[in-house]
């Protein structure tokens, strides 16, 4: 462990506006939903009614469960308690990710291992900032909430258990960074593990399977279930889950070489075989994107069977008259259903965006880039390899994520695919983002384009609840696409919306390369 705490030291300076920006928001978020949770539900009456047709929603439960009380207390940890922890745990990861495996791959880890850092110091390093990040994000937010009036034990409650949330999926990076020497397919299999993790909690409360809820760390967060009775003792199971995961990470770290995985690498072929910048991009990004790939399958043909039913099972004319009301007349439940599961798995599919769109900014910053430029390739011919697959690859994660839920939903796999793809140009705008500043601030392009994404994510959720309208609302570029599957996407104001996104996304990577062809190579910082 020498050297712990420099290397801890380190993480903060480089980290200096990530882990600040996410937790300040991150505190602040719960006492403004409270706060919005009274102002628009004044009597319990009428907070009892919009629990009531929120557990007769299938998407509501799928992406935030029971509502186990309805009081301003009970309502905010539902619609905080499995939103806050997969934002928290896709950053943790992210975090633990860049600061052990991208690390090694860089070639730094071995320098700094030629000093005095012990074998072990920079995955404590990582797991200690990340796992203190998500506690401080956790207990400072429940101020506010005993301010606005609700229990202090509910309210530390509530915070410990996302906060713990985002220690789970930390453990789950620590240990997918052992396992492969890209740093890339490590995040790929958090990410994805991850996913699968909030797809059991997603089943389980919508397709009524409670003990589902117990093996995700994003069912533990529920079922503490703060304002509602206080399980304090459901605490336990993250904690154990984030020891167990963190010793197997060391274990798994001793067994390994530096700058090794124990995933073995295949041999390459004995001479090059790559015909050009444009094939060694596909070289570099096709693992990245097959893992993807295959997890957002897997998920959408998840969805599509969870929501085969539905339609009968929730046929009663309460539903109906919601679908009717949020897709209009004679929408279906499932394609309400539908509708706000995929409007959140796009933004799932933008952060893989995000992932392919930083790809040559990573290699700029290993110094393979100036290696590779050194020789007679363009720098916009090399970017444009990249880029090509930033644009690409999140077309077929949409396209794979809506034909396996079409198939296995009502086989119908155009149809649902056809309603995935209208995400693809606010995808696009966000990984257009990404390109703009790998090309003008190469060195804050990783922290602030994911800082953009959450960003997003923060403005979605506070719109969705009313604390947030008009220019902040417009502010995401995924209130503009329209709604497919409700039929709400043959307008011409929704098709302008799509041409006006992509021209935006055009706009932003053309000027990113702009950038990029004026400046000199930047390493990292």
């Known amino acids: 462990m020498t050297g712990t705490w420099t290397l801890i030291r380190l993480i903060l300076r480089r980290d200096r506006v990530l882990l600040p920006l996410w937790i300040v928001i991150g ?22 009614a919009f629990a009531a047709a929120s557990m007769s929603n299938p998407a509501q439960l799928a992406m935030r469960g029971v509502i186990y009380d309805p009081g301003v207390g009970g309502l905010t940890a539902w619609t905080l308690g499995s ?98 020497a890209g740093s890339g397919t490590a995040r790929g ?38 304002y509602a009775g206080d399980h304090w003792w459901v605490l336990a199971l993250p904690v154990a889950f984030t020891a167990a995961l963190s010793a197997a990470a060391y274990a798994l770290s001793a067994r390994r070489d530096l700058a090794g995985g124990l995933l073995p690498a295949r041999p390459g072929p004995a001479e090059g075989t790559l015909s050009g910048s444009f094939a060694l991009a596909g070289r570099l990004h096709r693992g990245s994107l097959a893992g993807f790939a295959i997890g957002f399958g897997a998920l959408g043909a998840v ?79 090399w970017a444009l390899g990249h880029l090509f697959y930033a644009a690409a690859g999140p077309a077929l994660l949409l396209a794979v994520l809506g034909a396996m839920a079409g198939l296995t939903y009502d086989g119908d796999a155009l149809r649902v695919a056809g309603a995935t793809l209208a995400y693809l140009p606010a995808v696009w705008t966000v990984a257009g983002v990404a390109v703009l500043l790998s090309g003008a601030l190469p060195r804050l392009a990783a922290a602030v384009s994911w800082s953009v994404l959450g960003l997003i994510l923060v403005v979605d959720l506070v719109a969705e609840f009313k604390l947030a309208g008009g220019f902040i609302l417009e502010l995401s570029p995924f209130v503009h696409v329209p709604a497919l599957l409700l039929g709400t996407g043959a307008s011409a104001d929704a098709l302008s919306g799509l041409l006006g996104l992509t021209a935006l996304a055009v706009a932003l990577a053309a000027a990113g390369l702009a950038f990029l062809r004026r400046r000199d190579l930047a390493p990292s910082s």
């Open 189 to 226: 299999i958090a990410i994805a593990t991850g996913g699968a993790l909030f797809a059991v909690r997603s089943l389980a409360d919508a397709g009524g399977i409670a003990w589902l809820g117990w093996l995700s760390p994003f069912g533990w967060v529920r079922l503490t279930r703060p």
């Open 303 to 381: 969805l599509g069977s969870a929501a085969g039913g539905l339609d009968a099972q929730l046929g009663g004319p309460a539903f109906r008259q919601l679908a009717e009301t949020i897709g209009g007349a004679g929408a279906r439940a499932s394609d309400v259903f539908f509708g706000f599961v995929t409007y959140v798995l796009s933004q799932l599919v933008a952060g893989a965006a995000l992932v392919s769109a930083l790809r040559a900014r990573a290699e700029e910053a290993a110094g393979r880039a100036e290696l590779l430029l050194s020789g007679p390739v363009g720098r916009l011919r």
């Open 27 to 48: 505190a602040v978020l719960p006492s403004s939903i409270a706060a919005g949770t009274a102002r628009l539900y004044t009597d319990q009456a009428g907070r009892e």
């Open 83 to 180: 939103s806050t922890a997969l934002i928290g745990g896709l950053i943790s990861i992210l975090l633990v990710v860049r600061h052990t495996r991208a690390e090694e791959e860089s070639g730094r880890r071995e320098l700094l291992a030629s000093g005095v850092i012990g074998r072990h110091a920079p995955l404590t390093a990582a797991l200690a900032v990340v796992l203190a990040a998500n506690l401080l994000l956790g207990l400072l937010g429940v101020p506010g909430l005993v301010a606005g009036g609700l229990a202090a034990g509910s309210s530390l409650l509530f915070g410990l258990s996302t906060a713990v949330a985002g220690w789970a999926l930390a453990a789950v990076a620590a240990v997918a960074a052992q396992l492969t």
